[in-house]
């Protein structure tokens, strides 16, 4: 019975990826350091290491002194091969930045954009980011990826638009905007996804496959990591949560409301006049009072989080956003699944908060940048 063994293409390949893998995590490593670093033979590193100076990827700098054994020159990445952009797009406007394999940001640009947020004004402030950091970069584009505050068609990179939506007016069409402004074709999804992938990969989510993680702020959204992928749906539009039905007393009235979950938010006055957007400082500061509104809103979400727990199956539930990672969300969604027959998901506060779905586009883009200068 005859064995297929790997190409020798292949083989290389991963030699390599390891290889630049280590030394863009430490800057000004010798050969011989990356071989302890990877398992590889020093061979074997030193034959990768050759490829990837050909390429342009990996620079040699000083020759090492002192220490035991023969000296060594150290190697780096040269941002000069080629960067990623990594950007995000939402309510606030539009930050970018421009970051090279080792994970170095060498350029941040920002455009703010007025509220309430069009598509037109958006897609100009996006288009203005990206020529920008274009022009700053130091090589060729060859990674660009793209967080949107709304789902996302992932076929097309279009914005779905939605009747609750909070924020965006209008279409929003990242991949065609940035046609001839970014040499390759964006990664576009929503920015719970990204915030998500910022949780797994610096987060209370690291090492974890099957994660549900619920983002409440201004808007509220889901995502979903099942099997260590992220599940979108036909047509990005897995994790909307506001939609999903949801139960809550009623404000001033012992009868219970059945709705969507932003029907019960806005039943119990938590939406913001004139919008579609969750009233977080009240809301919070009702939490902090344990105001029975504010828990009846707490009550809303966990049941929706114990329906979702039953579809999916998490083994993580994270809780994110400006009220979600509030104690008293965090503490009714846990008693909520704890009383859940057969649910066995832990819950957890967000670890990630700052900027997070620029932290998990900007992680992505490193990893994808990676694969850029590897064998087929």
Known sequence: MSVDLPSLDLLRSLSDRHVLAAVASSPGVTRAAVAATTGLSKPTVSQSV??????????????????????????????????ALAVQAGP?????????LDGRILA???????????????????????RALASDSPGPVRVVTVSVADPVDR??????????????????????LLEGVVPVRPVVDNDVSWALLAEQARGVAAGVDDVLQLYLDDGMGAAI????????????????????????????????????????????????????????????ADLDADRPTALAVAEAVAGVARAHAYLLDPELVVLSGGWGRHTRIVDAVTTTLGDAGGVTATVAPAEVTDDAPLVGARATAVDALLDTWLVA
């Not at 606030?92 to 090279?100: F, Q, R």
């Open 50 to 83: 050759a490829r990837l100076l050909d390429t342009g990827v990996l620079a040699e700098g000083e020759r090492t002194t002192g220490g035991r054994g023969r000296a060594g020159t150290t190697l780096t990445v040269d941002a000069a091969a080629g960067c």
């Open 92 to 100: 606030g406007g539009v930050v970018g930045e421009l970051v090279a």
């Open 108 to 130: 941040t640009r920002r455009r703010a954009v007025s509220v309430p947020v069009t598509s037109r004004a958006l897609g100009r402030a996006l288009v203005e980011v990206c």
């Open 155 to 176: 076929r097309t990179g279009r914005v779905v638009e939605l009747p609750e939506s909070p924020f965006l007016v209008g279409e929003l069409d990242v991949v065609d």
């Open 225 to 284: 990591l099942t099997g260590g992928r992220l599940l979108h749906g036909s047509r990005g539009l897995a994790g909307e949560i506001a939609y999903a039905q949801a139960h809550a007393p009623a404000r001033g009235s012992r009868r219970a409301v059945s709705d969507t979950l932003i029907g019960c938010v806005e039943a119990l006055g938590y939406l913001q006049p004139r919008g579609r957007a969750v009233d977080t400082t009240r809301l919070v």
